[in-house]
């Protein structure tokens, strides 16, 4: 592994499935009556969140100590970032304090690589922007491979807001790096240029998209990144983009349905979706506690070539 | 030790076991637990034998990997990490009699490692310790309850068991 875990472009196929394979040996620890390893003893871990996150933050938190790191977590509406203190400086007073690891979420695209070029720490991308979500990628990873047993050659549907979501970028890297078939779909005006040269197909028809998939993958409407026009409203959103029972119909019928959260039921998935049999949403949240325990322990030893 | 021999070690342990821990004549409270990767398959063998002496169900067996309790991890952060792989125990260890399993006895850090994760999955009434080979060089205060075979070594030379289930062979040599 490299220092730093910035995104999915950067790790190799190996890398992901060595870390998927070290998740499946992690996920044993939480079913013990002792929830707890000794490994990341003497470790102190910082979790540095500009952006509010409840999943993602309690995710690495419980991590963090299953593994047994001394963990802090330092919220913006707290913090000095408040009083005008600049992402730089805060991370340098941080590293000040000699941390190992420093897991990094925030609003703006590309801040995690300015951050691993200046910090000795390690960093965790928990999310930059529209950029990269990297663990997120990795646990819906781990979660499909639970259910198919593979990644190569399934088709995945992809269907929401994609203009806006770091999800959707570090899914589609992993998904096309693993052998995937993958679809995406959404409103025109939600659909980033240039969006085939990724290697995924582009539909404007939801309907098209899930056809025959094995796995469908729902997108947040994320209105507090929008502050233009971008849809007319959430009904009509929900009408034409929104995952209903008679949409799922038209995939495998073993498909799941998969959906990062926080989920805004009856915009882009129906609760009868949402709720349903083959909806893995809270799977993906309990697989994520173990993905991460496997990225902060690869990460905690030497770097490649030493 | 070629396969015959070690057949038959193992045979002779498993009577050990049984004269050990069939005091009111029942092992009902036995269990195995295999340290990966040779305990493991030394364990399962250990379960049929002792199955096949004394009839009645086979003794569960466990599999324990001991990589997050190794105690030089992370003291030199130098190549990537060991690979991590699944620790598998589907039975309460509570109050159980567990017979801790490994191919090769040495410095005593995997054993030291071993007791620790057990104790994390329950309180067992008692852990005895069983070893393929014991080659000496002890570097904790730890000492095995059944031993296959004695082999003096000295610290330069390496100990390889090779198992069918892993290697394709039955064979312990002395390399070095």
């Known amino acids: 592994m490299k220092k730093d875990l910035l995104g999915i472009a950067e790790l190799s196929s190996e890398e992901i499935y060595l870390i998927l394979d070290t998740a499946e040996a992690m996920r044993e620890i939480g079913q013990r009556p002792i929830k707890k390893v000794p490994t990341l003893r003497g470790k102190t871990v910082v979790n540095l969140f500009f952006e509010p996150s409840t999943r993602t933050r309690t995710s690495f938190e419980i991590a963090e100590k299953r593994l047994s790191a001394d963990t802090l977590s330092i919220a913006v509406a707290t913090s000095s970032v408040l009083k005008g203190e600049t992402l730089v400086d805060t991370a340098m007073n941080i590293e000040a304090m000699s941390p190992d690891m420093i897991v990094v979420r925030h609003a703006a695209s590309g801040a995690c690589h300015l951050l691993s070029r200046i910090c000795r720490s390690r960093i965790i991308n928990a999310g930059d922007g529209m950029h990269e979500h990297p663990t997120q990628a990795l646990l819906d990873a781990f979660t499909i491979r639970e259910h198919k047993k593979r990644i190569d050659g399934l088709k995945v549907a ?43 197909r582009v539909s404007t028809s939801v309907e098209e998209a899930v056809a025959d998939a ?14 233009g026009a971008f849809i007319p409203s959430l009904r009509e959103y929900f009408t034409v983009f929104g995952m209903t029972a008679e949409r799922v119909a038209r995939a495998k019928p073993d498909a799941i349905i998969m959906h990062p959260g926080p989920m805004n039921r009856g915009v882009e998935i129906a609760s009868e979706v949402a709720d349903g049999p083959y909806s893995v949403i809270l799977e993906q949240v309990a697989n994520g506690v173990a993905v991460r325990m496997a990225v902060l322990y690869l990460l905690a030893g030497g770097q490649e070539g030493g | 030790m070629d396969a015959d021999r070690i057949a038959r070690t193992l045979t002779r342990i498993a009577h050990e076991i049984l004269e050990r821990n069939a005091a009111p004549g029942d092992v009902h409270d036995l269990a195995l637990v295999g340290i990966r990767t040779r305990g493991v398959p030394i364990a399962k063998r250990l379960a049929q034998l002792l199955r096949d002496i004394r009839g009645g169900d086979e003794v569960p067996t466990g599999t324990l990997d001991i990589t997050l309790y190794r105690d030089d991890l992370m003291r030199h952060a130098v190549g990537p990490q060991p690979v991590v792989r699944k620790t598998e125990i589907p039975f309460s260890i509570d109050d159980k009699r567990i017979l801790l399993v490994d191919d090769v006895l040495y410095t005593g850090r995997t ?13 067992p009434k008692a852990i005895q ?8 060089h002890r570097e904790l205060p730890i000492k095995a309850d059944y031993v296959g075979k004695n082999l003096p070594t000295s610290p330069s030379q390496s100990v390889q068991v090779h198992l069918v289930e892993v290697d394709g062979r039955d064979e312990v040599e002395i390399a070095g």
């Not at chain 2, 310790?129 to 000496?136: A, E, M, P, Q, T």
Request: charged share 25%; net charge positive; no cysteine.
């Open chain 1, 158 to 200: 992809i269907v929401g807001d994609l203009l806006h979501s770091r999800v959707l970028r570090s899914n589609v890297l992993l998904l096309t790096k693993l052998g995937a078939e993958v679809w995406v779909s959404g409103p025109r005006t939600l659909v980033p240029a240039g969006m085939e040269r990724f290697g995924v």
């Open chain 1, 214 to 227: 094995d796995v469908i993958m729902m997108l947040r409407i994320q209105q507090e990144r929008m502050q």
């Open chain 2, 111 to 123: 054993i030291r490692a071993a007791l620790d994760a057990l104790i994390d999955f329950g309180r």
């Open chain 2, 129 to 136: 310790l069983v070893v393929l080979v014991d080659r000496g």
